[in-house]
């Protein structure tokens, strides 16, 4: 493994060993083993020649990579590559329901052999087009279904848009998943819409999850351009086949989440995966070799707010190992010195002044050259990622990065941070996510380090643990 690699490959999320990877796709728990599917290329680390990858977990955390699940089949209506989907279990059948290019369409495979092979359905595609009154206006983007039973039936949503206008989520239900009725627009966007904020011009990836009694709706959106975003979500009412959201939010902020998909666990959570995007230049990637890492598995659930509350899933305390803890006889800058890594997990829960400004800096040169650091502003709410020093790398994105966190009267600021490699993603109060990439070029960025610019912090509680690789 060269140098770059060995500073960059994440080592407890999960990727494949090489080439190109995007979003999850397929997540089911089947007797009681989880699976993963994802975009794949097999013949290197760009997008092209889409396959669906195949992973296995008992645990969600430690994986084992298997054969490819799916592959375009030549003169077929995957035959330019097989697309974001889902799985599904139709009566002990599992099911992909799958999007196959070009043009865009809906497919089917089955697997009779515990998910290791994939039949494809001889009557593909069993969705040839957008429906009447979108094909005229979606220039052909219609892709990423998501399929679940309710009522007897199967129902459908799909991403789409209408050039001009914004993006779209369709509507479609089902008796046996081969004819299919189109029910109308689920959620339309609208371009000229810019608050709470812009949600682009074409929609993809959508999720539906019921979660005490509310649908939540995730979506995915692009620009005009082709340039991925990032996820949202709206929290609404289904009733009568027609969606009312009552609360819009972004999903994950950051500028490389992108492409959730969310399954339900035989013990009732919603668990959740998304794709990290490179944050560098694609040259840089082609060089090592691979490209795009899977984000760490988190769970969701419905706070009284109607806001997501977004956590990392217990099973990840299993890679926990070397324990470094704040302790009332050890000063904060001598407890720092102790701690050194590439993949560690960091807890801190501290009470702060209305005016305070202060942050952790992780990945660490011992001379500063290169660090990241996460700041959180007390008196303009917000939680920052300042990525300007990260890397002394020209190729890589060295950003600021933003996210709204106000936090109520009394209420303390609690950070969860998981650093791997290139690899970050912070929550912060069970509500805000953001993720994002890091390149440090020095061997010895592996510091961490506390700093507070203005008010006046106190830390309750400071946990750091140095994490196991998963392979």
Known sequence: ??????????????????????????????????????????NGAFHGTIHWGHAVSSDLVHWQRLPIALAPT???????????????????????????????????????????????????????????????????????????????KWFMVIGSKREGQGGLVLFYQSQDLVEWEYLGIFLAGDVQKTKPFWTGTVWECPNL????????LIVSAQNDRGELMFPFYHIGHLQNLKFTSIFEQKLVY????????????????????????????????????????????????????????????????????????????????????KIKGASLEILLECDVSPDAEFGIKVCCSPDFEEQTQVIY???????????????LSTVVDRDMQKAPLQLGKDEKLRLHIFVDHSTLELFANNHVCMASRIYPTREDSLMVDFFVQNGTVNINSLDVWEMKPIW
């Open 1 to 42: 493994m060269s140098l770059q690699n060995k500073l960059h490959r994440p080592q407890y999320h999960f990727l494949p060993e090489k080439n190109w990877m995007n979003d999850p796709n397929g997540l089911i728990q089947w007797n009681g083993q989880f699976h993963l599917f994802y975009q794949y290329n097999p």
């Open 74 to 152: 030549p003169e077929g209506p995957d035959k330019d590559g097989c697309y974001s989907g889902c799985a599904i279990n139709n009566e002990g059948t599992p099911t992909f329901v799958y999007t196959g290019i070009s043009p865009q369409t809906v497919c089917l495979a089955t697997s009779s052999d515990g998910l290791l092979s994939w039949e494809k359905y001889e009557g593909n595609p069993v969705i040839d087009q957008p429906p009447p009154g979108v094909i005229e206006h979606a220039t052909g983007d219609f892709r990423d279904p998501y399929v679940w039973r309710e009522n007897d």
């Open 209 to 216: 999850l019921e979660i005490d009694g509310k649908r939540v």
């Open 254 to 337: 950051g500028n490389c989440f992108y492409a959730p998909q969310v399954m339900k666990t035989d013990d009732g959570r919603w668990v959740m995966f998304g794709w990290l995007q490179t944050g560098r230049r694609s040259s840089a990637s082609t060089e090592a070799g691979w490209s795009g890492v899977m984000s760490l598995p988190m769970s969701l659930s419905l706070l009284p707010d109607n806001r997501l509350e977004i956590q990392p899933v217990e099973e990840l305390k299993s890679l926990r190992q070397t324990h470094w803890k704040l302790d009332e006889e050890t000063s904060l800058s001598k407890f720092v010195q």
């Open 377 to 391: 502003d007390s008196s303009n709410g917000r939680l920052l990622l300042n990525k300007t020093q990260s890397s």
